[in-house]
Structures are given as C-alpha cells and as structure tokens.
C-alpha cells in the first residue's frame, strides 16, 4: 500500500517505524532496513528513509561514522533508488556540513541514471538555501564543464537560492551567457526568468543584466522574465505591466 494510501494516524506511525529501524540498523551496523526503505518505489517511503539519516546524524552524533560508512557502501548499489537516495540523505546532511558530503555529490553529478543526477540537483538547491557559500563555491567549479549536462544541471540546482538572493547567483550564471549548447542556454533563461519575480529580485537582475555582453541572449531572458512576471502572477511582486515598465525604463540597450 502506498504512503498517502494510508490515514494519517498510519502515516505518522509508519514514519515513527522507519525512523526506529533505520536508527537500530545504524546502531548495529546492518543495512538491511535501510535498503528495503532506501529502494522502496513509493517516493514518500524513500523521503521519509532519508529524512531520517538526517534527522539521527544531528540528534545522535555517536551514530555518524555510522551513518557515513553506510552511505558510503550503499552509493555502490546498482539499484538507482538507492543511489538516489544516498544523494538525497547526504544532502539532508550538508544543509550544515557540506564538506563531508560533497564527494557524494561530486559522484553522483556524473552517476548513469538521470535519477541520482536528479538527486544531485535537489540536492544543490536544499543545500544551498540553508549553507549557500561552500555549495555555491562547489557550483561555481562546474559551470565550465566539458560535459554540457554537467552545466545545465549545477545551472538548475542554484536556481533556488538565486529566488531569494539572486545577486549570490547571477555572477555565476553570467560564466555560461556564451555558451554554445541550447540546452544549457535555455535553463540559464529559465532560472534568469525564475529568480526575477519576487520582491526586489527584479531590479538585481535587471541590473546585472546591464554587465552581460551577449544581448540576443539577455533579450530572451528579459523577454522570459517579462513572461514569468504573467505565469506567476499570482505570485509575484509587480505585474507583468509594471515589470515591462521596469525593463523598458532601467536596461540599457
């Protein structure tokens, strides 16, 4: 049965259950539960598994040579779920520590299934809200990449830092304004029109928009901002009249 099958009083104990097991696996050094958690199909089931690594590696300090060991034999697995997983309990982990989970990042930005990938990019963007300048400096050294969706991703995965600080982003963004592959190009215009909404957000962008050189590029991001302001208007700060009005009046063509 699945997670959201079950009431909310099965839930709540559901979740008790996997925390006590997972807790009791790391204590003893198993991994079985933690597998049949970290590998279940059901996403909820996964969350709550990984969660939990999170919430024992900061309330029980002892059990975290435990924690690290067993991640570090699990991301090994040839079961993707569980290599997603990893990548997501690791994540929950360097909110705070990101020194000692970035090789699990650096792994999993180059892993074979676009599941873990996946991971990696949620990852980034949890990560960076709560510990932006290790995960951003960690960022900043893929953004020029070889690999074209080793681009795009690391682009994706600051996207939510820069919805509420995009002057943290932007400087990072502008290294890929000359890139010469569309789909890295296109997610840089998704994420300029995504960190451009909220309140003050517009006029940072717009300003450091003013210091790019590839104009084609910026009048589509201008033009995606212009669109975003319309999508999510029920979201943002100014309308999409009030943000043409903006651009029209503080970008310097």
Known sequence: MAFYDLTKEERLLLVDNINKEIEQDLASNETDKIINYFSDEDTYIRKTGYLAIGKIFYSQPQLQASIFSTLKTLMQSQNELIRQSV?????????????????????????????VRNAVIGSIKKMGEKNPEPVLAWAKSYLKHEDKEIRREICHGIELRGRTHPQDILPLLKTLEFDKTRRVTDTLIH????????????????????TW????????????IVDVHKRYKKFAVL???????????????
């Not at 590839?214 to 995606?224: I, R, Y």
């Open 191 to 210: 994420v300029l029109g995504q960190i451009a909404y909220k309140n003050g957000c517009l006029k940072t962008v717009v300003s450091h928009l003013n």
């Open 87 to 115: 990548i997501n309990a690791a994540g929950e982990i360097g909110k705070f520590h990101f020194d000692k989970i970035q090789h699990f990042m650096d792994a999993g930005l180059f892993d074979k299934h676009h599941r």
């Open 239 to 253: 309308s999409q009249q009030q943000a043409i009005d903006y651009i029209d009046k503080h970008y310097k063509q």
């Open 213 to 224: 050189k590839n104009k084609p590029l910026v009048e589509k991001a201008l033009d995606e």
